[in-house]
């Protein structure tokens, strides 16, 4: 069994409000075991036999669209893939209330395509991608000032993208 990670884009948000139990409820397809969720904005910890991460994002993608009547894009990490992300940080002496933001990428973008980004950082943000995260550290508690959206992400690098803050991605781990 692997235990994966799946961070879902556009859960409450925008008036789409679902609640957790509901969620885990949702995914609680055949081969899904011990299924948890974590806070409202989307992320789902469960253990699978698969090995094919794009079956599984198929299977939680086709569901949510069924029940909820709305896509939602999926991007699945393993733990060894969460402790990863955390470790390749780019950043040094960060903690959970950093101000440090990772969008996890459905793909790498294209080479060189963070450059399209560069335009749309401010001065006081910075901005590192390494494989298929994207690390955004800006000044603490100042995230919803970012003109670097998901939907501004997913428009330059034609990927999809879903962002938690550092201190979400670090607590990804106790689930392990």
Same mark, same amino acid.
């Given at each position: ?43 789902v ?31 699945l990490?393993?733990? +060894?893939?969460?402790? &990863?992300?955390?470790?390749?940080? !780019? $950043? %040094?002496?960060?903690? *959970?209330?950093?101000? =440090?933001?990772? @969008?996890?990428?459905?793909?790498? +973008?294209?080479?060189? &395509?963070?450059?399209?980004?560069? !335009? $749309? %950082?401010?001065?006081? *943000?910075?901005?590192? =991608?390494?494989? @298929? ?9 100042s ?10 992400? *997913? ?22």
């Open positions: 069994m692997t235990r994966y990670v799946a961070f879902l884009r556009a859960i409450n948000v925008g008036g789409r409000v679902v609640k957790m139990s509901d969620l885990k409820e949702h995914l609680a397809m055949p081969g899904f075991k011990n299924i948890v969720t974590y806070i409202q904005s989307g992320n910890v469960f253990d699978h036999a698969s090995s094919d991460r794009n079956l599984l994002i198929s299977k939680i993608e086709a569901k949510l669209q069924k029940v909820l009547g709305y896509e939602v894009k999926t991007i990490k393993t733990m +060894p893939d969460i402790e &990863a992300v955390i470790s390749n940080c !780019p $950043f %040094k002496d960060v903690s *959970e209330d950093s101000g =440090l933001h990772v @969008t996890f990428l459905s793909s790498e +973008p294209e080479h060189g &395509a963070i450059e399209l980004l560069i !335009p $749309f %950082k401010s001065d006081k *943000e910075q901005l590192s =991608l390494v494989g @298929t995260e994207l690390y955004l550290k800006v000044k603490k508690g995230y919803g000032n970012t003109k670097l959206s998901n939907a501004l992400l *997913e428009k330059k690098l034609k990927v999809s993208a879903t962002t938690r803050n550092w201190a979400t991605v670090n607590k990804m781990l106790a689930f392990g």
